[in-house]
């Protein structure tokens, strides 16, 4: 059996959380994770959002600044950002 890397159990609590949701962009989840832990904010997924978003569509209606969204948008980066939360708890080997 491999032994897993220090990254491996947020990518899989994430992963958990977030069924459906592009690994690559779940890359991203897990680096925030990692640098911001439970400090992370909705702007911070925002941010980590559009960057993902932008390399496939770069024209899409919500890549602007988070503060130039409506409160309604804003809101559906809560649960990304209640699951990188959570995952930010996951022991690491």
Known sequence: ???K????????ALTEALPG?????LDLYALLA????????LEDVHD???VWRALGNPT?????PFDQ??????????KYMNAIH???WTPRS
């Open 1 to 3: 059996m491999t032994e």
């Open 48 to 50: 980590a959002w559009s």
């Open 86 to 88: 959570a995952a930010a």
């Open 60 to 64: 899409h209606k919500s890549l602007i």
């Open 69 to 78: 969204l409506t409160p309604e948008v804003q809101e559906l980066d809560r």
């Open 34 to 41: 990692l640098v911001k832990g439970t400090k992370t904010t």
């Open 21 to 25: 949701c592009d690994e690559n962009l």
């Open 5 to 12: 890397n220090y990254v491996q159990p947020i990518l899989e």
